[in-house]
């Protein structure tokens, strides 16, 4: 099942080569969700593996952005110890405009100065 939220990019993490066939890059998100008057905020960590660590650098920094992602699990046992291990894992990334207070995302439309002139040559047409 995959996911979507969106945030602002507080944190960028450099590559880490695991070992030989195997790398991730983490980063951070700044998530504000507005309940009840309230502004709850969250700071959310994703992993990019593999070719996907090049979706993001420190150019993404305060960005507003919108993650689509996956949530795996593993159990891991070591010593007679279990531990479970979750991970959010990214695999897309894309800029968006800014966000409101009540967390809405704020799309400028286009602005007067966004339209053409008039084109003399076909300004009779009555189409």
Sequence with gaps: MNYEISGRVTEVYPVVRINERFRKREFVI???E???GQTFVDFI??????DKCDIIDESWLRQEVVVRF???GNRW?????VNYITS???FALSRSGPVNEDGQQNIPGPSLEDVPPPNEE???LPF
Excluded: M, Y
């Design 30 to 32: 700044e998530h504000k």
């Design 34 to 36: 507005i309940s009840s």
């Design 45 to 50: 960590k994703f992993q990019l593996t593999q």
């Design 70 to 72: 996956s949530i795996k």
């Design 77 to 81: 046992e070591k010593n007679g110890t």
């Design 88 to 90: 959010l894992n990214a």
């Design 122 to 124: 076909f300004g009779d």
